[in-house]
């Protein structure tokens, strides 16, 4: 069964530095991947996502992802992070069934001034 | 609207309390979804509905849990006789197809608190 992990609980970036988020999933197959973002009060909202192809795919807001699959990962990163991106992320998989979303635990980023 | 919608937003039951929380899609998209997000968790899907039809209802956590979708739009998940352990954020998502892929989008959920 596809599992995902998000190792870091919670992150405190600078305003301006450069952020990675990590995620390691487990699937037997070629999976998507998602990255989801989620602020206060507000729905999940998609970042990005990787189906096949380049395995560096663009989101919005200055996102990007890197899909490697000799180590099962799939971290995101931004060059400079911005107050706005105080938020939650979450790591998603979804294997053979289309309805089979399975979402990590998280990542709370903090964002210094 | 252009987004989800759920209602309400917050809800604070009495334990053994019946609830109803509602969901409004976006219009014409035929899947839907709930999910369970305790706190500091992520999303755990629980039901799943293409059209009216609901395929798959695996991650309902017990037979006090009941979704529906009677006519193919708006969809209520209605959990009986509230357990402490109910207490999270329901969310509910849309997409436009059927497919590996589709871009689900979420609404704002509802923080549900069972006393």
């Known amino acids: 069964a596809q599992s995902v992990t998000q190792p870091d609980i919670h992150i405190t970036v600078s305003e301006g530095a450069s952020l990675e988020l990590r995620c390691n999933y487990s699937y037997g197959a070629t999976p998507y991947l998602f990255w989801y973002v989620q602020s206060p009060g507000q729905g999940l909202q998609l970042l990005l996502k990787y189906f096949s192809g380049d395995t560096l795919v663009q989101g919005i807001k200055g996102f990007e992802a890197e899909f490697k699959r000799s180590q099962s990962s799939f971290n995101l990163r931004k060059p400079s992070v911005h107050w706005s991106d105080a938020a939650e992320y979450f790591c998603a998989v979804e294997g053979d069934s289309y309805d089979k979303v399975i979402f990590g635990p998280g990542t709370s980023l903090s964002v210094i001034p | 609207g252009a987004g989800v919608s759920q209602s309400p937003r917050y809800k604070v039951a009495k334990r053994g309390q019946d609830v109803a929380l509602r969901c409004d899609p976006i219009s014409g998209h035929v899947s839907l979804f709930w999910y369970q997000q305790a706190l500091g968790q992520g999303p755990e899907f629980l039901t799943y509905f293409q059209n009216e039809a609901q395929l798959d209802k695996s991650g309902l956590p017990s037979d006090r849990f009941f979704a529906e979708r009677p006519e193919g739009s708006v969809s209520t998940l209605k959990i009986q006789r509230t357990q402490q352990e109910d207490s999270a954020v329901y969310l509910c998502?849309?997409?436009?197809?059927?497919?590996?892929?589709?871009?689900?989008?979420f609404g704002p959920g509802t923080r549900l608190t069972v006393l």
């Open positions: 998502a849309s997409s436009s197809g059927a497919e590996r892929g589709n871009e689900q989008f």
